[in-house]
């Protein structure tokens, strides 16, 4: 599968998102009311960053089953990844 620019650059603007939440969470409490509402508003914006993480994943995988999918090879496979060791491990 080849990369893709766009889901780089993707992947580039979640992360400087995440950073950005864990970098500022929480450390504009002691701040004038103008930047600690500044930086509310940024951090609701930025906070989408882990939710871009999961659509990013969830789109590359849909990627590499597009071509040659067969529901009963993912059932197996399911079965065999996922069934097997929560029955072990019961």
């Known amino acids: ?13 979640a992360i400087i998102h ?3 939440v864990h970098i500022f969470n929480g450390s504009f409490e002691s701040v ?19 939710s871009l993480f999961i659509f990013i994943s969830g789109y590359t995988l849909s990627l590499k089953y597009w071509k040659g999918f067969s529901i009963s090879e993912f ?5 065999k990844n996922v069934v097997i060791p929560y029955l ?3």
Do not use: H, P, T, W
Not at 1 to 13: G, H, K
Not at 33 to 50: A, D, E, L, R, W
């Open 75 to 79: 059932y197996k496979k399911r079965f």
């Open 1 to 13: 599968m080849n990369r893709s620019e766009q889901i780089d650059i993707l992947r580039a603007f």
């Open 32 to 50: 004038n009311i103008f930047i600690k509402s500044v930086f509310s508003f940024s951090f609701q914006i930025v906070s989408c960053g882990v």
């Open 88 to 90: 072990f491990l019961q």
């Open 18 to 20: 995440v950073l950005f």
